[in-house]
C-alpha cells in the first residue's frame, strides 16, 4: 500500500521530536483514548454551537510553545470534531473533505506506531535497522524490513478505522477499507488543495511516482485531472 506508516527507523524521528517538545507520546495516546464514547457523541451532536469555540480554541493552542500530553490530546479532538463538521456541511472539494476529516485521525495512528517501536519484536528491530543505517547496510527489501513495515501497517490502519468510529467518520472508513487506491489518491488531492506549496515540489513528484508503480497509469491520469479540476492547474 501507498498510504502505511513509516518504517521503524522513521518511527523513531517521530519519537525524537514528542520529546524535544517534552511530551510523553504514551501520555497523548492515554488521553485521547481515556475520552468517553458518550463525550465524544455529546459534541458530536452539539457541533453546530461549539464549532467557532473549538477554532478559536485551536488557535490559542497554535500559540502555546510546550503543549501538555493532555492539551494536544484535545486538540486532536476537536480537530476530529471539525473534521466531522466538514462533513456535514461544507462546500468544500470532496476530496479536501475526506483529508481534512481524516488527516488528523493518520496522525494519531502514526503515534501509535512510533510507541510500538519502543517495545517487544519491534523495538528489537528498531535497534537493528539504527546499526544497519549508521554502517550503509539497511536494506528496505530485507526480510525483518518488510516484516516490521507489515506489522507497522496493522497497527495504524486498526487504530486509523477506530478513530473514524468513534468520531463517526463511517463513510471514509468505508473508502479505505473498500477501495484504498481511491482512499489513498482522493487524500493525496485533498492534501494538494489544502496546502498549495505541494505542487510541483519532490513530494508531488514521488507521489505520481508511487502511484504509477503500484496502481497503474490509470489513477495517476485520475490524481492529474482531479487536481487540474479543482486546483486549476495546468
Request: proline share 4%.
Amino acid at each position: 500500500m501507498f498510504f502505511t506508516p513509516p518504517p521503524v527507523k522513521k518511527s523513531q524521528k517521530i519519537n525524537e521530536v514528542i520529546q524535544k517538545n517534552r511530551m510523553d507520546v504514551s501520555e497523548i495516546l492515554r488521553a485521547f483514548f481515556g475520552m468517553s464514547p458518550q463525550r465524544i457523541e455529546r459534541e458530536i451532536d452539539d457541533l453546530e454551537s461549539k464549532v467557532s469555540q473549538f477554532r478559536s480554541l485551536e488557535r490559542e493552542f497554535g500559540r502555546v510553545t510546550w503543549p501538555a500530553a493532555g492539551a494536544l490530546a484535545e486538540s486532536f479532538h476537536r480537530r476530529l470534531l471539525l473534521g466531522k463538521k466538514v462533513t456535514l456541511k461544507s462546500q468544500l472539494p470532496p476530496d479536501l473533505i475526506l483529508f481534512s476529516a481524516t488527516v488528523s485521525a493518520h496522525r494519531i495512528a502514526e503515534l501509535s506506531c512510533s510507541v510500538a517501536t519502543d517495545r517487544g519484536r519491534l523495538s528489537e528491530l528498531a535497534g537493528l535497522f539504527e546499526i544497519l543505517e549508521e554502517t550503509g547496510a539497511f536494506d528496505d527489501g530485507a526480510p525483518d524490513v518488510l516484516l516490521s513495515n507489515e506489522l507497522l501497517e496493522k497497527i495504524h490502519d486498526s487504530v486509523f478505522l477506530e478513530i473514524l468510529r468513534r468520531y463517526d467518520l463511517n463513510g471514509c472508513g468505508r473508502i479505505f477499507e473498500e477501495d484504498r487506491p481511491l482512499y489513498e489518491m482522493r487524500f493525496e488531492v485533498g492534501r494538494r488543495l489544502a496546502d498549495g506549496s505541494l505542487f510541483g515540489c519532490s513530494d508531488h513528484e514521488n507521489t505520481v511516482s508511487s502511484f504509477r508503480d503500484l496502481y497503474g497509469p490509470k489513477l495517476v491520469k485520475e490524481f492529474l485531472g482531479r487536481l487540474k479540476r479543482h486546483a486549476r492547474i495546468s
